[in-house]
Each structure stands twice: as structure tokens, then as C-alpha cells.
């Protein structure tokens, strides 16, 4: 009688055993089989924009002054540059709309350095670039890529790659999308476990 009881609970507890045994492993499997879609993500999104100005926007050049970050936006035919500090990407302020006084011709920014910049005057009247449409195009799924979102009628163009940020002008305003590269699971939990355990 004392055997039998005694193999009913080697039996439960083997039982038990194969069960923990059987839902660690089908754990470990879902947590290595991921979807794509729970996996961190690399993307492009507006993060500010600005109302249209009274001229098309046909340039852009960035600079930093200090600890603030500013965008020259250069209007067509070298009639002006509107100053816009984008030190808050999502947050733009247009600060002035500067004229080009007294240099005649068609001037266009060539660089800038915080509150200089260096003016180029064209003699003639160089033709403007026709507009052009930008997509935003995602590829996580490269059998089935999906354009994200669509800029038509674009007239400039420019980045601040210090920031990951790109500048799209076109009917509708100024444009600022910001890059963002998803974290490696595997690196950050590699850095958890030694902030957590190393230290």
C-alpha cells in the first residue's frame, strides 16, 4: 500500500515537471518567434510644420548658434529668407522674415555659419526646379512596401543630419520629419542585464 501511494506521487511529480517543462519551453519559443510587428520599428515622421509663406520656399540651410538650432528657409528669385529657429523640432518658430536689401540681381544662400552667412548674386534669373513629390515609404515588409505618407508639389529640400532631421517645403508649408532608427533588442537587453547584474 505504502509503495503504491509512493509511485502515485513520483507520477504527479513527474507530471508536474513535464508540464513546467512544457510551458517554460513553448514560452522560450514565442518569445524568440516574434512578429515583425512587435519588433522595434526605424521610421521617418513630421514632427512640426509651418503654415505656408506668401513665397515658395527654393532653399534651405541650417546652422546652430550657441545651443539653439536654426533654419534659413529661402524664398524664390532671392526676394528673401525667413529665419526659423527649430532648437524645439516640434515646436518652430519663425523669427523674422529677412529682405535681401540693396545687392540686386538674384542672391541665394551658399553657407551659414549661427548669425553669417555667405550671399551668392547671380546675375541673370536662374530658373527655379520644378516641383517634385517626396514619399515616405516604409520597408519593413520588403514584399509588400507601403508609401507612409506623400509630399507633392515640393520645392526645397534640406537636412540637418547632426539631428536626423529633414526640412520639406511645398504648397502646404514647411515640413520637419525627424529620423528615428529602432534599438537592437538584443543591445538593449544586453545593457539592461549588465546595469542590472554587473554593477
Do not use: C
Not at 513520483?10 to 518569445?31: C, D, E, N, T
Not at 546652430?64 to 524664390?76: I, K, N, P, T, V
Not at 537592437?184 to 545593457?191: G, T
Request: charged fraction near 20%.
Amino acid at each position: 500500500m505504502g509503495s503504491f501511494k509512493l509511485k502515485r506521487q513520483w507520477i504527479a511529480l513527474g507530471m508536474a515537471i513535464a508540464m513546467v517543462g512544457s510551458a517554460s519551453l513553448a514560452s522560450a519559443k514565442s518569445k524568440t518567434h516574434k512578429s515583425d510587428a512587435s519588433q522595434p520599428q526605424d521610421s521617418i515622421e513630421v514632427v512640426g510644420h509651418i503654415p505656408p509663406t506668401n513665397h515658395p520656399v527654393t532653399n534651405f540651410v541650417s546652422t546652430q548658434h550657441y545651443s539653439s538650432y536654426y533654419l534659413y528657409a529661402e524664398h524664390e528669385s532671392g526676394r528673401d529668407i525667413t529665419l526659423i529657429d527649430v532648437t524645439k523640432s516640434s515646436r518652430p518658430l519663425v523669427l523674422a522674415d529677412v529682405p535681401y536689401t540693396g545687392l540686386g540681381g538674384s542672391e541665394s544662400l551658399l553657407a551659414v555659419a549661427g548669425t553669417a552667412a555667405l550671399v551668392s548674386n547671380e546675375t541673370g534669373n536662374p530658373q527655379a526646379a520644378p516641383p517634385q513629390s517626396l514619399k515616405i515609404m516604409d520597408f519593413s515588409d520588403p514584399q509588400h512596401p507601403k508609401v507612409a505618407r506623400e509630399f507633392t508639389g515640393v520645392t526645397a529640400v534640406g537636412k540637418d543630419n547632426q539631428r536626423g532631421l529633414v526640412f520639406i517645403a511645398n504648397p502646404e508649408g514647411i515640413w520637419i520629419l525627424q529620423r528615428h532608427f529602432a534599438t537592437d533588442p538584443d543591445v538593449e537587453a544586453a545593457y539592461t542585464k549588465q546595469v542590472l547584474y554587473d554593477h
